[in-house]
């Protein structure tokens, strides 16, 4: 049975930092892109950021660039996504995903490109 299983949130003041991980036991994490996406209540889950198979390539949502940064460990079988400079809007349950398709270089924004989710971590960012 897969699992990804996210950690990390918390309660921050603005221009705080927190940083995110996502244990997965998924036998092929280390060939598959994974993600991170936000949702915050009657709104649509949206796409933070994403990282290939290797590590290589990384895609960002507009709103995050140059403040959060993705990376994985695939030996540890996790991902984390280090967040500095929060903003209140950046307040939302945070979850990560996995795609079922190995060795893909493109980041796939979508939510029905991943086939894994965690059950989020809630990430509160005050004035």
């Known amino acids: 049975q897969v699992q990804l299983v996210e950690s990390g949130g918390g309660l921050v003041q603005a221009g705080g930092s927190l940083r995110l991980s996502c244990a997965a036991s998924l036998r092929t994490f280390s060939v598959v892109s994974m993600s991170w996406f936000r949702q915050a209540p009657g709104k649509e889950r949206e796409f933070v950021a994403g990282?290939?198979?290797?590590?290589?390539?990384?895609n960002y949502a507009d709103s995050v660039k140059g403040r959060f940064t993705i990376s994985r460990d695939n030996p540890k079988n996790t991902m984390y996504l280090q967040m500095n400079s929060l903003k209140p809007e950046d307040t939302d349950v945070y979850y990560c995903a996995a795609s079922g398709r190995p060795f893909l270089d493109n980041i796939l924004t979508s939510t029905t490109a991943y086939d894994y989710w965690g059950r989020g971590t809630q990430v509160t960012v005050s004035s």
């Open positions: 990282i290939n198979w290797s590590g290589a390539k990384t």
